[in-house]
């Protein structure tokens, strides 16, 4: 079976999709190198294609992007517009490729875009750019005695409404727009995103997996762990309930193994879709200046590869309820200086689901300084205690929450203001704090840091081990489960598992994930 086959036939689990940025639109023109992508595309199993309309000020045509439009329509994809929200006018005084969002003519401009946008697509995704940081004169007077985040938010959310969504619907009645998250959610309040508003009022929203390899990035690209793609597309799926349509990654800062994890994780968040950024890079025709792409063409053969194993991993997964230790996140939320915490949390091996109303039905719950955001936290954790559910509770939000200090019984994990330090954390205690909290899970696990733990329904369980060394898992229930390994990946690597009654033992490679089922 080809890629293109597999594709279709498993459509209803995964679709893999893609995006000719602006300035490829615009030289894109031979009808032979129309042909190569296509087929290019087929062989990645890729089935739809995003043609952008608008970036960095420039504007393409429209005799050229109808002729893409039909061109690669009438070869069997599905296609879609995208516009990304930058060169429209005045520039932010924070980091230049912004705009100025306060300033008319730039709104004006907006909603220009959005508008010829619609009128060639109905379905049209906004790049992660749809923001500001802009503090010039006219910003400050407009905002008042709020304060710039609140102003932003407020800022936003207004023209969502009054220069996107009402008018392309005027344009086209038919069209749905879906807006692109960034991966660095914990900052969405400080820049004017607001996705407990903006969930409801987009038709669908997508998240930003793009998670850059962990250890290697730039000096001017934050060091995150891959464990952030889980909690920032997880966190945002339930903001928006089967609305949350997939994850968006890319070649800057990875490495081939990098980028298949991006595409792993984003399965694992339960995504309808799988978008590369971008079509260019992959096939090895983009080089990205700055950061630079020159694994793209690696990164393209690797997921070509793997495409067996993360549709399996797909469907493995689809329709199967998530368990797990409830992660408290208020939406807007602050957490200074425990910023991503939830990621490193992850890193621990606890399951974690992320959400931003607390849990008060879960089984187990995690709350961070992000909590302190609601002003009933000390008596909501208060009754969770009381009812016998394992609470676990940073320092900062102690910090932040004296009366919480009274409360008897939560688990305390010590940040220290530094996130990353908690992945040092002494094995035994680690293990002691993690089988705490898995207790109401009926399970127990014994693991070094840096290896996640996934639960999926009550039979199954995805390990995934990040260290750059092997390592070994034991992973125990109450139950009598007959586990068997379902699936490895990547597909070089083997695990070695000994299986007993009630659970396993699994020596897993660096890098490496297993999925274990019921046999």
């Avoid at 995003?50 to 009438?74: A, D, H, I, P, Q």
Wanted: hydrophobic share 40%.
């Amino acid at each position: 079976m080809s890629n293109r086959e597999m594709a279709e036939a498993v459509s209803g689990d995964l679709i893999f999709s893609t995006v000719f940025m602006a300035q490829d639109c615009e030289r894109i023109t031979e009808h032979d190198e129309m042909e190569h992508i296509a087929g290019w595309c087929k062989e990645m199993a890729i089935s739809r294609l995003y043609l952008e309309t608008f970036r960095n000020g420039r504007m393409v045509e429209r005799s050229k992007m109808l002729r893409l439009k039909e061109f690669f329509m009438n070869k069997g994809f599905d296609i879609a517009g995208c516009i990304t929200t930058t060169g429209l006018g005045k520039q932010s005084t924070g980091w230049k490729v912004l705009t100025c969002f306060t300033h008319a003519e730039c709104q004006e401009m907006l909603q220009k875009q959005f508008e010829y946008a619609a009128s060639l697509f109905d379905l049209v995704i906004v790049d992660d750019f749809f923001y500001t940081d802009c503090e010039c004169e006219e910003c400050n007077a407009a905002r008042g005695d709020r304060t710039f985040p609140q102003y932003r938010r407020e800022l936003m959310t207004r023209l969502s409404e009054e220069r996107v969504l009402k008018p392309v619907r005027k344009v086209n009645p038919n069209v749905k727009i879906i807006l692109k998250y960034p991966h660095w959610y914990d900052k969405y309040q400080l820049r004017g995103y607001d996705p407990r508003i903006q969930s409801r009022m987009f038709d669908y929203i997508f998240a930003g997996t793009e998670i850059r390899d962990p250890d290697r990035a730039p000096d001017d690209l934050p060091l995150v762990v891959q464990y952030e793609a889980y909690v920032m597309m997880r966190w945002l799926s339930a903001h928006a309930p089967g609305r949350c349509l997939g994850g968006w990654f890319d070649s800057i800062a990875t490495t081939s193994r990098t980028y298949l994890e991006q595409a792993v994780m984003t399965v694992l968040c339960g995504a309808d879709e799988a978008f590369h950024f971008t079509c260019r890079s992959l096939m090895g025709g983009q080089k990205d200046g700055k950061y630079g792409a020159p694994g793209g063409t690696r990164n393209a053969q690797i997921i070509k590869e793997h495409l067996p194993q993360l549709y399996k991993l797909a469907s493995l997964i689809k329709g199967k309820e998530l368990r797990g230790i409830h992660a408290y996140k208020p939406s807007g939320s602050e957490s200074e200086p425990e910023r991503y915490v939830i990621d490193f949390t992850g890193m621990l091996g606890l399951p974690l689901i992320p959400v931003p109303e607390f849990p008060a039905d879960a089984r187990a719950i995690y709350c961070a300084s992000h909590g302190a955001a609601d002003p009933e936290i000390a008596a909501k954790l208060k009754q969770s205690v009381e009812k016998g559910i394992p609470v676990l509770v940073t320092d900062g939000l102690l910090r932040a929450v004296p009366e919480l200090e009274n409360v008897q019984g939560p688990i305390r994990l010590d940040v220290n203001g530094n996130p990353r330090g908690i992945m040092d954390m002494d094995p035994g205690k680690l293990d002691t704090m993690r089988n705490a909290m898995l207790k109401p899970l009926g399970m127990q696990v014994r693991a070094a840091s840096r290896i996640a733990l996934f639960l999926f329904g009550t039979d199954m369980v995805v390990l995934y081990n990040f260290n750059t060394a092997e390592q070994v898992v034991s992973f125990s229930t109450q139950e009598k489960i007959a586990f068997v390994n379902l699936l490895t990946i990547p597909s070089f690597e083997t695990a070695r598992i000994q299986t007993n009654d009630k659970g396993f033992t699994a020596t897993l490679p660096a890098r490496t994930r297993v999925v274990m089922g019921a046999g």
